[in-house]
């Protein structure tokens, strides 16, 4: 099953890996996002996504972390006309 994860909701990541797994050099990485509930509707240490039995799974958990690092947690989008009017307002601001 396919999950999506906005990087903008991703709070961690973290890796397993036991001790059959450590022999067999794979690992999981678990990523936990902003927000999530899990299955049971509450507070929850369930990860929302799991890469789980990967030989790379270091690589993998340093490759998310930098694709999220100065990322905010919530974006914005605005229309160029909303762009101008917060561009104009700033501009206001500056002059009071």
């Not at 789980?52 to 998310?64: A, C, K, P, S």
């Not at 909303?82 to 104009?88: C, V």
């Amino acid at each position: 099953m396919k999950h999506l994860v906005p990087y903008s909701r991703v709070m961690s990541a973290d890796i397993i890996q036991g001790p059959i797994s450590r022999r067999s050099r794979i690992g999981s990485v678990f990523i936990h996002t902003a927000g999530y509930t899990g299955p049971s509707g509450g507070r929850s240490k369930i990860a929302e996504a799991e890469i789980i039995g990967i030989d790379d799974f270091l690589e993998m958990r340093d490759l998310i972390i930098t694709m999220v690092k100065g990322k905010p947690l919530f974006t914005i989008e605005r229309s160029s006309i909303e762009q101008k009017i917060l561009e104009e307002v700033e501009r206001i601001r500056k002059i009071i």
